[in-house]
């Protein structure tokens, strides 16, 4: 499913911010991953993935944690939204590679993490570039 329309922001629980901060705190200096659960526009919580890529700069999502990911979400009634990984030592800005990479459809969340000041930026597609969402941490 996704999100409806244009979304221009993402309603995520500070708790889910905070274990993807962890998250990339404990894989340093190599990029963590992980799925997104939720509706719409709206994160449920986040899933930690297996890193299958060796470069530290690089991640690619263990298919076997998607899958299970999905199937989970389902049961549910809710759906993976997107995906997240971390920049350990880099501003949380897409790379070339985010970019070429990127699933092109706008209904699919990015977040990326850095832990340069702790920042955490959402994304979507549109046409091929990036686009920054409003990040809005929920209690």
């Given amino acids: 499913m996704g999100f409806v329309g244009r979304v221009e922001r993402c309603v995520i629980p500070a708790e889910t911010v905070a274990d993807m901060l962890a998250h990339a705190r404990e894989d340093a200096p190599r990029?963590?991953?992980g799925l997104l659960i939720g509706?719409?526009?709206?994160?449920?919580?986040?899933?930690?993935?297996?890193?299958?890529?060796?470069?530290?700069?690089?991640?690619?999502?263990?298919?076997?944690?998607?899958?299970k990911a999905i199937r989970d979400a389902r049961a549910e009634g809710l759906?993976?939204?997107?995906?997240?990984?971390?920049?350990?030592?880099?501003?949380?800005?897409?790379?070339a590679t985010d970019i070429a990479e990127a699933n092109s459809g706008a209904d699919f969340l990015y977040v990326i993490v850095s832990l340069i000041g702790d920042d955490v930026r959402a994304y979507r597609m549109d046409a091929g570039v990036f686009k920054p969402l409003a990040l809005s941490p929920q209690p």
Avoid: M, W
């Avoid at 995906?83 to 790379?95: G, L, Q």
């Fill in 79 to 95: 759906d993976v939204i997107g995906a997240y990984h971390s920049h350990p030592s880099s501003a949380p800005i897409p790379s």
């Fill in 39 to 67: 509706k719409g526009e709206c994160v449920v919580r986040s899933v930690r993935a297996k890193n299958l890529d060796a470069q530290h700069t690089r991640y690619f999502i263990d298919p076997k944690d998607h899958f």
């Fill in 31 to 33: 990029e963590c991953c």
